[in-house]
């Protein structure tokens, strides 16, 4: 979105009150979406559920094309359609809805930083396994981010996607890393979180901010996600306090719903929490 | 890059060889055990093994900031400067491919830059997931508002201490510095981020402050201001050679030319031979006669 077009749409965010039919529309669930796609939206709807605002989850096969930014996943709200955590962030707050209006000037800063750390090592971290690792995209990747399409294009689609992500991580300097390395990261990457969190219930002491949606939407995700292997799963599992931490969201902001209802339901392919 | 070394109280540079630059491989730290290592993370995982760590007397939880804020800069700072010095037109033609090419030699400079140009904006595309990404004002907006934010944060997080952890330097300091510096110092003719950046009173003395602790000698020079000097005496430190080189060129291309219009006619040398031999010919001649 240009700048303008934000400014604009924020104004008439403000003016409007969250509706009862705001959509959330990500991959097919079952077949389609992928280990990153499935940690995003799951940051996203736990972040709206931390607000206490309702929506419903939708899942189209072509929910990447819809999206504005390419990206999934993205909100329809009203005659509005916003994508990715941080744009819908701005987007509720100009709505009035904000979960980081108590920390100050410092403590701002470092969730943001944490957050850039989650997008900078965890995220690319889970494109690289899931489109560099060859194992990894031949049998899971390339067949379900194409099963909704027919032969030929479903080749050519899983392919296409597989080049650019390598692309990406040919130009940010991960191309040369080996899959050790990358665990190696998501350790680091955890071990940080872990030591920010500490023994506090959530990043921020007693209140849950967007940080602790994207970092439990990932986590979440990881732990629960069946794999080729379960490296990247035992990585997390070492952080005792990230595992609580997890629970402790799961607990709290998705218990009430029916496991069974998919609206409600966080987990993909695995069962719950181990 | 040099940075860290710096701070540890080592210092390399091999800043301008045009062949690693042409592989992608510089930043380099050439070492005796290992050969030569390109990579920062890895500059800085040698350095470690050596025993040399910046970080040692952080905490856990200031080990973590680190890498968060690492993560800060290279998703929100890192493209606007990128875009700064690499895309944007004026400055990428004015200040970039000047001085890169007056530093490297010919007939790489005519190469180099461009190709650096390229590459800087494939990066830029593939790191926002755009293909179709065209320089622009939009573009220009967007990555400078999140610059601005970046720098903010940086300035809350900084406050009025003197290093990001104390009183000591550590990593994240050479991070910040080593993307904050040059905006500071180049001089360029579309200076948004470098705005900015002044009106962060805490982020600019932090800068100064390491400048002249850590680089005393860089401290008083800008690459701006030398792109726009005249040629003087320093010039003829950088190169001792340049006018023997010039007169021999110019000596070389003179007969050059005349050699060719020689052979080629244009230019005839009539000779006119001295009396004495006149006279000689003369008295051979008459004699052939008898």
């Known amino acids: 979105m240009s700048l303008a077009a934000e400014a604009f749409v924020s104004q008439i965010a403000a003016a409007e009150p969250w509706?009862?039919?705001?959509?959330?529309?990500?991959?097919l669930k079952e077949d389609q979406i992928l280990l990153s796609d499935s940690a995003s939206s799951l940051a996203v709807q736990t972040f709206l559920r931390m607000c206490g605002l309702p929506v419903q989850v939708s899942c189209c096969a072509n929910a990447e094309y819809m999206s504005p930014s390419g990206k999934v996943p993205f909100i329809h709200v009203g005659n509005?359609?916003?994508?990715?955590?941080?744009?819908?962030?701005?987007?509720?707050?100009?709505?009035?809805?904000?979960?980081?209006?108590?920390?100050?000037?410092?403590?701002?800063?470092?969730?943001?930083?944490?957050?850039?750390?989650?997008?900078?090592m965890l995220l690319t971290a889970e494109l690289y396994i899931q489109w560099?690792?060859?194992?990894?995209?031949?049998?899971?990747?390339?067949?379900?981010y194409s099963s909704p399409y027919s032969w030929p294009l479903n080749h050519i689609l899983a392919y296409q996607k597989q080049w650019e992500v390598q692309r990406k991580m040919n130009a940010i300097g991960w191309s040369g890393k080996s899959l050790e390395q990358v665990y190696e990261d998501v350790s680091q990457c955890c071990q940080a979180l872990s030591q920010r969190l500490g023994t506090q219930p959530y990043f921020f002491n007693k209140q849950p901010t967007e940080l602790d949606a994207l970092v439990f939407g990932h986590l979440f995700t990881i732990l629960t996600t069946q794999l080729t292997n379960d490296e990247l799963a035992e990585k997390v599992k070492s952080y005792t306090n990230l595992l609580s931490f997890c629970h402790r969201i799961e607990h709290t902001y998705f218990k009430e719903h029916d496991r069974e209802s998919q609206s409600g339901s966080p987990h993909h392919y695995k069962g719950s929490l181990p | 890059m040099e940075k860290p070394y710096r701070l540890m109280g080592q210092a390399s540079t091999d800043f301008w060889n045009p062949l690693r630059r042409a592989?992608?491989?510089l930043p380099a730290l050439k070492t005796r055990e290992e050969g030569s290592i390109s990579q920062p993370s890895k500059i800085i995982i040698h350095l470690r093994k050596q025993k040399y760590n910046a970080d040692y007397d952080l905490s856990a939880k200031e080990g973590a900031d680190t890498l968060a804020f690492v993560s800060l800069l290279e998703e929100k700072l890192l493209p606007a400067l990128i875009y700064t010095l690499w895309i944007d037109s004026k400055n990428y033609v004015d200040v970039t491919r000047c001085w890169y090419a007056e530093n490297i030699s010919f007939p790489l400079n005519f190469?180099?830059?461009?190709?650096?140009?390229?590459?800087?904006?494939?990066?830029?595309?593939l790191m926002r997931g755009d293909p179709v990404l065209e320089p622009g004002e939009q573009l220009e907006k967007e990555l400078c508002r999140d610059a601005f934010e970046c720098m903010t944060l940086l300035s809350q997080r900084l406050g009025s201490q003197k290093f990001f952890f104390?009183?000591?330097?550590?990593?994240?300091?050479?991070?910040?510095?080593?993307?904050?510096?040059?905006?500071?110092?180049?001089?360029?003719?579309?200076?948004?981020?470098?705005?900015?950046?002044?009106?962060?009173?805490?982020?600019?003395?932090?800068?100064t402050n390491i400048l002249a602790l850590y680089f005393p000698s860089d401290a008083r020079e800008t690459p701006g201001r030398k792109i726009h000097a005249q040629p003087d005496s320093s010039d003829l430190d950088n190169e001792p050679h340049k006018r023997r080189n010039q007169i021999l060129s110019v000596l070389f291309a003179v007969g050059a030319m005349l050699g060719y219009a020689i052979l080629t006619g244009i230019v005839t040398i009539k000779r006119e031979r001295p009396q004495l031999k006149n006279s000689g010919h003369d008295d051979g001649d008459e004699e052939d006669e008898d």
Not at chain 1, 138 to 144: D, G, V
Not at chain 2, 111 to 125: A, D, F, G, I, V
Not at chain 2, 166 to 191: E, M, Q, R, T, W
């Open chain 1, 19 to 27: 509706p009862e039919k705001a959509t959330l529309y990500q991959p």
């Open chain 1, 80 to 120: 509005q359609v916003v994508s990715e955590l941080g744009p819908i962030v701005q987007f509720i707050k100009a709505k009035g809805h904000s979960l980081s209006d108590g920390l100050d000037d410092v403590q701002r800063a470092e969730m943001k930083a944490y957050m850039e750390l989650v997008n900078n």
């Open chain 1, 132 to 144: 560099c690792d060859d194992y990894t995209a031949t049998e899971i990747s390339r067949p379900r």
């Open chain 2, 23 to 25: 592989l992608g491989t």
């Open chain 2, 111 to 125: 190469l180099l830059p461009n190709r650096m140009h390229c590459q800087q904006l494939e990066k830029l595309r």
């Open chain 2, 166 to 207: 104390g009183d000591s330097p550590s990593s994240l300091d050479a991070y910040v510095f080593a993307h904050l510096a040059p905006l500071l110092k180049i001089k360029l003719p579309n200076g948004k981020l470098q705005q900015h950046l002044n009106s962060l009173n805490n982020l600019q003395q932090y800068c």
